[in-house]
């Protein structure tokens, strides 16, 4: 008798997945009216606000001028907003494709019978002022002016008319290799590079209230968070105010570089691995920088940093490149290539084309495409 009751006493399973369901109904139309009420009611606030939280990744990526061409990204904190179309910014007119890259066609999966290279960088791979443009007049500039990634796609293409070729830049201003390495990872299967051509340099030895390993956590957690930042507002303000409520206890930090020696080095060999393992090929550039005397603690770091880079390369015999004209080892003479301490101008974009094709010549790395000789 007493089992009897037992059995005649338990809910049926469809019954208990329907006391379930309607559960979590409830609390996902509590979380909806909350998102609502929140959109409705509060001041947006913009994702690259909450993910950019260092001073000096404010100063180069979410201040007024600079969120015109950024928006957050919870993987990177920052990307540049898709489908700009000549957008004026810090002397730089910037155009990019539904996919963020700084590029005239869309990028996708890879078109059978294409040979595509991937620039994967920074503000130099970019094009910072590549080319310059004026506040009072910027749509006056040269068209012809471009990034080296936009030369070396120009002339590969006029040295091989019958081949379909892609060469486009994987960069972002402020980005280190931190930065590029996640980033790498994360769409080298979609994007199935046949050659790539990496390099970082000063944002990594720049200093920071935080390295890259705290402030820009890849692991899936933070990335999740930051996720949900991203699509939630409701989630965003909620975040604000805890954020506020512990900003008293902030500790004052001594700034360190971003990314130490040692993790440029192995960041590096980590890109390197992995273009092999996907089948590219790989040219790592030494990071331009313009003299030893305007700024002379930090261009004693670009060399160290450099110098590293360039041994750790040929001991593992992969190609790399380090042009003399854009380090400062030219220094008293290389101000034509320069557009300020940093960044190459358009004639230095031009060295750069110039010496990658050599390079891929020298070191027969494009198979059997024919290479030009681009004079700068």
Request: net charge neutral; proline share 7%; with cysteine.
């Amino acid at each position: 008798m007493q089992n009897q009751t037992a059995t005649s006493n338990k809910i049926p399973l469809r019954r208990r997945l329907l006391y379930i369901g309607f559960i979590y109904v409830v609390f996902l139309l509590l979380l909806l009216s909350v998102e609502i009420i929140t959109r409705a009611t509060m001041t947006r606030v913009e994702s690259l606000d909450m993910f950019v939280n260092t001073v000096q990744q404010k100063m180069q990526v979410a201040g007024l001028q600079q969120s015109t061409i950024f928006e957050g990204d919870p993987l990177l904190l920052w990307r540049l907003k898709p489908n700009l179309d000549h957008a004026y910014w810090d002397f730089t007119v910037v155009s990019t494709n539904a996919q963020s890259f700084r590029a005239d066609y869309p990028i996708g999966a890879k078109p059978a019978g294409t040979f595509r290279i991937v620039c994967l960088g920074d503000s130099v791979t970019f094009g910072y002022r590549v080319p310059p443009a004026w506040p009072e007049r910027p749509k006056d500039y040269n068209p012809e002016w471009q990034p080296f990634p936009m030369l070396l796609e120009k002339e590969l293409r006029k040295a091989n008319p019958n081949r379909s070729i892609e060469v486009f830049p994987m960069a972002v201003p402020g980005y280190t290799s931190h930065q590029g390495l996640a980033w790498l990872r994360h769409d080298i299967s979609y994007l199935q590079p046949d050659m790539v051509i990496a390099s970082f340099g000063w944002n990594d030895a720049s200093l920071s209230d935080a390295p890259d390993r705290e402030a820009i956590d890849t692991r899936w957690s933070p990335v999740a968070i930051r996720w949900l930042i991203d699509h939630s507002q409701a989630f965003t303000h909620a975040t604000r105010w805890l954020r506020s409520r512990n900003s008293a206890a902030a500790v004052v930090r001594t700034p360190v570089p971003r990314v130490s020696q040692q993790e440029y080095i192995d960041n590096f060999n980590a890109i390197v691995r992995l273009a092999k393992d996907h089948g590219a090929a790989v040219i790592v550039i030494g990071a331009p920088y313009r003299d030893s005397f305007t700024n002379p603690p930090e261009a004693q770091l670009m060399t160290q940093y450099r110098a590293w880079l360039k041994s750790e390369m040929q001991q593992s015999q992969m190609p790399y490149l380090e042009i003399l004209e854009l380090t400062e080892a030219a220094g008293t003479v290389n101000q034509g290539f320069f557009g300020e301490l940093i960044h190459p101008n358009h004639i230095g974009h031009r060295l750069m084309a110039s010496e990658l094709l050599k390079l891929m010549s020298q070191r027969h790395l494009l198979g059997d495409m024919n290479v030009p000789v681009f004079v700068p």
